[in-house]
């Protein structure tokens, strides 16, 4: 699944692309996906207030409209939206930075690999979220249980690929640092570490779902706040309008990280093509 | 700093230098032995006596396998744990590296890096003066033909123009020696040919000693002053040909009469080569 990752992301050129685009069709592909969504929305509508659902079961867009401007109008969406973004950002960051040192510790002096490697992979098949209580017991009900396990959850995909990025580097290339006498700090600097970037990359924007995921769940096991607070708390005043609002947040929540990632990785790894 | 050698080549002259000589890469009874996984050993080299002269162009070839990029790594400083004495002039292995320039058949660039940052690489990791350092990969830029791509990146380049700055990126630091392990391997044909005579040009600028690995019987007659033949299991030196064809040498050259028998000559020394090797 990693080297699917690591190659998909090799091949993703998307300025290409849209170059090499032979025909130019008369409505944009934006204007069509737009389009579809909002007949999605409007038949969806139409079918709740025809059939009468209840708003217990399913609510209409318009309900989850109202209910998401009362929740940013009254603040309680803002200030639960700011401690899941604290604890998803603040725990990728240390799964980013961890796992990419671990990897390149692993990758560089074959005593870790042998003495820490197989632990790591033991843990890795681990379902990571079957230690949420355990941390919350631990770390508490605030946001640090949630960076630790927000971290936990998105490391491995960096760490994994950071190794396979490491590892992959051409021997040419390694022979030629070697032939100047070059050290292996200089060559893990100049050589290694930019060549494993696009695999690096590949794995943050895995961890980065899995950073939000992650989030979540660390809320619904044990939290006084954030989105998946929030989410708990509707579902038992069955406001399943409000429940659908978070939703809606934290989807472009989560658009908004891929977006921050992509125009990252566009600037950092413009020669992958 | 000059490109241009304090020794010219006078036109239309087979090589004739212009000192006594004075090896540049001197090996004596170089062998090497190594162990496969399975435990077998190998025999890459076995006696390996070869002096490559200073300013020479040598060409080196030989069947897969007879060990040719092992001798090749062994000068590079890449290859340890062989027998036998290598000097590169006059100073022992250890000061290898600054002596030597190496062009693989992968142009080897850092694709993050831009044309420029790649052929200073050298000079960088050799910690060598910067601001005289971008000055001569300016002026090899420019002898590859290549003048105005300092600023593009790899990928924005042809096979055969990477290749052009490999060989810029090999020179930068200044090394006595050029290293080749079948530089135009990678080419398609066409952008082959003009390579060597490219590269030609690029030795008669800068009187540097090459070590050439290549496959191709014509390519080592053409560019070489002097040809290896080596064989395989164990390698060996089996022959040494000097190639006294007139310099510089072009298109015209390849369908002389000389060197269809130099060629001729040297396909019949591999054929010796090979067959000895079935008979044992």
Not at chain 1, 32 to 38: A, D, E, K, Q, T
Not at chain 2, 162 to 172: G, P
Not at chain 2, 230 to 258: H, K
Not at chain 2, 259 to 267: D, H, I, K, P
């Amino acid at each position: 699944m990693q080297i699917e990752q690591a190659q998909s992301a090799t091949i993703a050129a998307p300025t290409r692309s849209r170059k090499n685009r032979p025909i130019r069709p008369f409505v944009s592909d934006t204007a069509i996906s737009v389009l579809g969504f909002l007949a999605l929305v409007s038949i969806w509508e139409g079918a709740v207030s025809a059939f009468q659902v209840p708003d217990f079961v399913l609510p209409a867009p318009s309900a989850i409209v109202t209910s998401l401007f009362q929740g940013l109008a009254s603040g309680v969406f803002v200030r639960n939206f700011l401690v899941t973004g604290f604890q998803t950002v603040a725990g990728f960051l240390v799964a980013a930075l961890v796992g990419t040192a671990l990897g390149a510790l692993v990758a560089q002096f074959a005593i870790v690999e042998r003495v820490v490697y197989p632990w790591l992979v033991a843990l890795q098949t681990l379902p990571k979220i079957a230690i949420a209580p355990l941390i919350i017991i631990w770390a508490g009900y605030g946001i640090g249980s949630k960076v630790i396990i927000v971290a936990l959850v998105a490391i491995f995909p960096v760490l994994v690929n950071t190794i396979m990025g490491l590892k992959s580097c051409d021997r040419g290339k390694l022979d030629l640092m070697r032939s100047l006498g070059a050290g292996r700090w200089e060559t893990f600097r100049v050589v290694q570490l930019p060549n494993a970037l696009p695999f690096i990359f590949a794995g943050l924007n895995v961890a980065i779902v899995m950073a939000i995921l992650g989030s979540i769940v660390g809320e619904f096991v044990g939290s006084k706040s954030g989105l998946g607070n929030l989410i708990l708390e509707a579902n038992f005043q069955f406001d399943v309008a409000r429940i659908f609002a978070v939703l809606v947040l934290l989807g472009l929540f989560g658009v908004l990280l891929s977006q921050i990632m992509g125009f990252v990785q566009r600037r950092l790894l413009f020669w992958n093509k | 700093m000059s490109l241009v050698a304090s020794y010219p080549r006078r036109a239309g002259q087979p090589y004739v230098p212009d000192r006594p000589f004075q090896e540049a890469v001197r090996l004596r009874a170089v062998s090497k032995i190594y162990e496969t996984e399975s435990g077998e050993t190998v025999h890459a080299l076995s006696n390996i006596n070869l002096d490559v002269r200073s300013g020479e162009f040598l060409s080196v070839i030989g069947a897969s396998g007879c060990g040719k990029t092992t001798l090749l790594r062994i000068i590079a400083g890449l290859e340890g744990g062989y027998d036998g004495e290598l000097s590169l002039r006059g100073d022992s292995a250890s000061q290898v590296r600054r002596n030597v320039g190496i062009v693989f058949q992968d142009s080897n660039l850092l694709p993050w890096r831009n044309i420029l940052q790649n052929v200073l690489l050298p000079a960088q990791v050799l910690r060598l003066d910067r601001r005289a350092s971008i000055e001569r990969a300016h002026e090899l830029i420019e002898l590859v033909g290549l003048k105005g791509f300092e600023h593009k990146y790899p990928y924005e380049l042809s096979g055969g123009m990477r290749q052009r700055i490999s060989i810029a990126r090999a020179l930068v630091h200044d090394p006595a020696v050029l290293l080749m392990d079948e530089p135009f391997g990678a080419l398609d044909a066409l952008t082959r040919e003009v390579m060597n005579v490219e590269v030609l040009k690029i030795w008669e600028a800068t009187n540097k000693t090459v070590f050439m690995i290549t496959h191709s019987i014509s390519e080592a007659v053409f560019m070489g002053d002097r040809v290896v033949v080596m064989s395989p299991r164990p390698g060996r030196v089996v022959a040494e040909v000097d190639i006294a064809l007139p310099r510089p040498r072009n298109i015209e050259t390849l369908s002389g009469e000389a060197f269809a028998a130099y060629t001729g000559q040297l396909r019949r020394l591999l054929d010796i080569g090979s067959s000895r090797k079935e008979g044992a």
